[in-house]
């Protein structure tokens, strides 16, 4: 198991990041992808059509967002914390994954870069 770490600046305020990452609306815009999403602890969600899925633990409102994510029959628990630094005219967003299997980590991290974050950033047109 890996964890992974790493830090985002997106040039948009927390509140406008919390929404793109919490709202389905949102979600499904910068996806494509259908999606399933709640900010009630204990829920099932579903991104990309359920290439990724998991339960919701933690939400602060535009502070962070805390997920379980689902990798078939594992151990331990793989959380992703996801926390938000409002700055000038941008956010500092704080990426923590924990417990990543081994034969994943590649692709997580690709997706992360990509099609996760990658995304978000071409959502507010940057």
């Known amino acids: 198991m890996k964890n992974f770490k790493k830090y985002y600046v997106i040039p948009a305020t927390p509140e406008e990041i919390y929404n793109a990452l919490t709202n389905p609306l949102s979600l499904q815009i910068w996806t494509g992808e259908e999606v399933q999403m709640s900010t009630e602890p204990g829920t099932d969600f ?16 535009n502070k962070k967002i805390v997920q379980q994510w689902y990798f078939g029959e594992q151990a331990e628990e793989s959380i992703v914390t996801i926390i938000l630094h409002g700055a000038k005219n941008e956010t500092s ?3 923590r994954h924990t417990n990543i299997p081994d034969d994943d980590f590649d692709d997580i991290v690709e997706g992360w870069d990509g099609a996760y974050f990658g995304s978000v950033i071409d959502f507010f047109g940057f």
């Open 46 to 61: 579903s991104l990309w059509g359920g290439s990724i899925v998991g339960k919701n633990i933690e939400f602060i409102e």
């Open 93 to 95: 967003v704080e990426l």
